[in-house]
């Protein structure tokens, strides 16, 4: 990308769209797509900087091969409500990663996951999306390097917002775009108006209607000290 920034137009979002189809794609090392693999995230207390940890750390921690599935169903995701102490044992089968009031089932088939999705509700909560930011710890110390994940909540419900946060996080971690000492800060913007070389990652996804095309939902840029 050229230096300076470049205002979003649907030219430069499709190039965007493809380069994350692809990297997806060469994640998935030819996987087959058909299982559907996704991840449930059940959450009960509304704390982004701990269901971006959470997500972070489930597909730090699934297998390779899961990995690979889970890319080239390119990280898909359901949000929602419930209380993780009650869920878990209920569903003792699945495989879970466990935070303060959010938990994770999978990466798994979705075949695996529909009686979680059958007793919990959507996640249709307040607060509103642009009230939601918070901070995502660095995996390990030795690295004052900053990252911010800027969302583009206009028009989004709460959990649409959620799910942009889950898909970058997770696309991020998978392409060793954040770094084990890096702290990610999440921060709700009304509209991503243009993006720059310091961009390491571009969520572009159809647009919601009543608008048409595509559009940048999230963009994740190292900070500067300038």
Same mark, same amino acid.
């Given at each position: /990308?050229?230096?300076?920034?470049?205002?979003?137009?649907?030219?430069?979002?499709?190039?965007?769209?493809? #380069?994350? @189809?692809?990297?997806?794609?060469? @994640?998935?090392?030819?996987?087959? *797509?058909?299982?559907?693999?996704?991840?449930v995230v059940v959450v009960k207390s509304l704390? %982004?900087?701990?269901?971006?940890? %959470?997500v972070r750390d489930a597909a730090a921690s699934?297998?390779?091969?899961?990995?690979?599935?889970?890319?080239? *169903?390119?990280?898909?995701? %359901?949000?929602? =409500?419930g209380t993780p102490s009650k869920v878990v044992? &209920?569903?003792?089968?699945?495989?879970?990663?466990?935070?303060?009031? #959010?938990?994770?089932?999978?990466?798994?088939?979705?075949?695996?996951? /529909?009686?979680? &999705?059958?007793? +919990?509700?959507?996640?249709?909560?307040?607060?509103?999306?642009?009230? $939601?930011?918070?901070?995502?710890?660095?995996?390990? =110390?030795?690295? *004052?390097? !900053?990252?911010?994940?800027?969302?583009?909540? &206009?028009?989004?419900?709460?959990?649409?917002?959620? !799910? =942009? @946060?889950?898909?970058?996080?997770?696309?991020?971690? +998978?392409?060793?775009?954040?770094?084990?000492?890096?702290?990610?800060? !999440?921060?709700?913007?009304?509209?991503?108006?243009?993006?720059?070389? &310091?961009?390491?990652?571009?969520? #572009?996804?159809?647009? $919601?209607?009543?608008?048409?095309?595509?559009?940048?939902?999230?963009?994740?840029?190292?900070?500067?000290?300038?």
């Amino acid at each position: /990308m050229d230096s300076g920034p470049l205002p979003v137009t649907q030219e430069l979002l499709a190039h965007a769209l493809q #380069v994350r @189809l692809d990297a997806c794609t060469r @994640l998935g090392g030819g996987a087959d *797509n058909r299982a559907d693999v996704q991840v449930v995230v059940v959450v009960k207390s509304l704390d %982004v900087g701990e269901v971006a940890r %959470v997500v972070r750390d489930a597909a730090a921690s699934a297998s390779a091969g899961v990995v690979a599935e889970w890319a080239v *169903n390119f990280t898909k995701c %359901v949000l929602l =409500a419930g209380t993780p102490s009650k869920v878990v044992p &209920r569903f003792a089968s699945l495989r879970w990663t466990l935070g303060d009031g #959010v938990a994770v089932a999978g990466p798994a088939p979705a075949k695996s996951l /529909m009686g979680l &999705r059958r007793l +919990l509700r959507p996640l249709h909560a307040s607060p509103p999306p642009e009230r $939601l930011r918070g901070t995502l710890p660095p995996l390990e =110390a030795g690295s *004052n390097a !900053v990252l911010d994940l800027s969302i583009a909540y &206009r028009g989004l419900s709460l959990e649409q917002y959620l !799910v =942009a @946060l889950v898909h970058s996080v997770a696309e991020a971690h +998978l392409r060793e775009l954040l770094p084990k000492g890096a702290e990610l800060h !999440v921060c709700p913007v009304d509209v991503l108006h243009e993006v720059n070389e &310091r961009d390491l990652y571009l969520r #572009v996804h159809r647009a $919601l209607p009543p608008e048409a095309g595509l559009r940048l939902y999230s963009a994740l840029r190292l900070r500067t000290n300038s």
